[in-house]
């Protein structure tokens, strides 16, 4: 693991103090957890391996947030009831070539974890202002924070008009906006048509009659037809949905376009929080009632977090197309950020994620956390310190 002073004493006493208690998940994870929950684009950095009866694949936690809240649904005697937990502790998580203190590949991280907060905007505002006080108790003084709101997205979407399948899929696409905006080009029709290709004649005839059963069955003929063999990759079935979902997608009305410029107006909203709000409101003017209250709650949080943060919140950005690494976050977010020897790096961040608990078997329990880099965020204080020495 990376070398990193004990800058983790401070931070956990912190987290004790404000009553949360420590715990330490196991290091091995089921891989299709994190898959599912966290992102497909995850794997790529996840170190994945089979068990040794080769039946479940595996995989060493790339972040906390999942074991732990596999932890209370396995430990808390009332899983529903409200619990705090913060820990320390390795993950791994490739990181491209480097493996330095920037860029480890096996690294502590400190944070924490609240389940079944029951005022959701004050208990945002305060995991923030947790996040600042545990960095400046380490010793960091100069960082940015930038915060975002999935919730608002994911409420317009849900004002909007649209088949669910696409609803899903543009917010699997939030994190990465080039993504994001050629799949909104495509539902409107703004791209054109599409090229035609070899398995165009399959899509064709599933448009005039979209059925499971005939997908499958077209798709064995296709294979047939060519000699192939599934060998790996997608089943038939998958691939079978796939198809249908084009097909599908082909035979609907296209997204009006006055819907998706409201959508891209939402995202463009970037600056100071103030205004933002502000600009948001009238949006919603445009939209429905989940954006409005979708924007009650942020304009709620905003207050929070000025009375807990009222000299960090003047220089705080909004950014409405903000998204983490994770693709679990269903509302609040945030990240702090330094520069590092010319290098713009996360030390810090985290926000809310409702409906994980649910999903992995439990009660559907509000949940929020953060999560701090404690390599990055020691190389941070070391480049302040010796910038104020020069």
Not at 7 to 26: K, M, R
């Amino acid at each position: 693991m990376t070398a990193t002073p004990d800058i983790s004493a401070p931070i956990l006493q912190l987290f004790a103090h404000e009553g949360f208690t420590p715990v330490n998940p196991p290091i091995m994870q089921p891989a299709d957890v994190f898959l599912e929950k966290s992102g497909e684009a995850i794997r790529a950095r996840t170190y994945l391996f089979a068990d040794p009866d080769g039946v479940e694949e595996l995989c060493l936690r790339p972040d906390l947030t999942v074991p732990t809240c596999r932890w209370h649904l396995a430990h808390a005697q009332d899983p529903a009831a409200e619990a705090k937990y913060c820990y320390l502790g390795p993950v791994f998580r490739y990181d491209g070539p480097r493996d330095d203190a920037l860029h480890p590949h096996e690294f502590p991280q400190a944070g924490l974890e609240w389940f079944g907060a029951q005022d959701a905007s004050a208990a945002d505002a305060q995991v923030l202002a947790l996040a600042v006080r545990a960095v400046r108790a380490a010793g960091l003084e100069d960082f940015t924070i930038t915060i975002g709101d999935v919730g608002l997205v994911r409420a317009l979407l849900q004002d909007i008009d649209m088949p669910p399948r696409w609803r899903a899929r543009l917010l699997r696409r939030f994190r990465r906006p080039a993504a994001f905006h050629t799949t909104l080009n495509e539902l409107t029709g703004r791209n054109g048509p599409r090229e035609r290709t070899s398995i165009s004649p399959l899509i064709d005839a599933l448009a005039k009659q979209p059925d499971m059963s005939r997908a499958m069955a077209l798709v064995e003929e296709e294979l047939d037809r060519r000699g192939l063999e599934l060998v790996g990759g997608r089943s038939i079935e998958e691939i079978a949905a796939r198809l249908l979902e084009k097909a599908q997608n082909r035979a609907a009305e296209p997204l009006p376009q006055e819907k998706a410029e409201l959508i891209e107006s939402l995202l463009a909203v970037s600056g100071p929080l103030k205004p933002a709000i502000v600009h948001i409101g009238r949006l919603t003017e445009a939209a429905g009632p989940h954006l409005k209250a979708a924007w009650e709650a942020f304009a709620a949080r905003a207050e929070n977090i000025a009375r807990l943060l009222p000299d960090e919140v003047m220089s705080m950005t909004f950014d409405a197309g903000f998204g983490r690494t994770f693709d679990y976050y269903t509302g609040f977010v945030f990240q702090l950020e330094v520069d590092i020897r010319g290098e713009r790096q996360p030390v810090g961040g985290g926000g809310r994620y409702d409906d994980m608990l649910a999903s992995l078997g439990g009660p559907s329990v509000p949940a929020l956390g953060l999560a701090l880099h404690l390599p990055r965020l020691s190389a941070a204080i070391t480049a302040q310190e010796e910038e104020g020495a020069a």
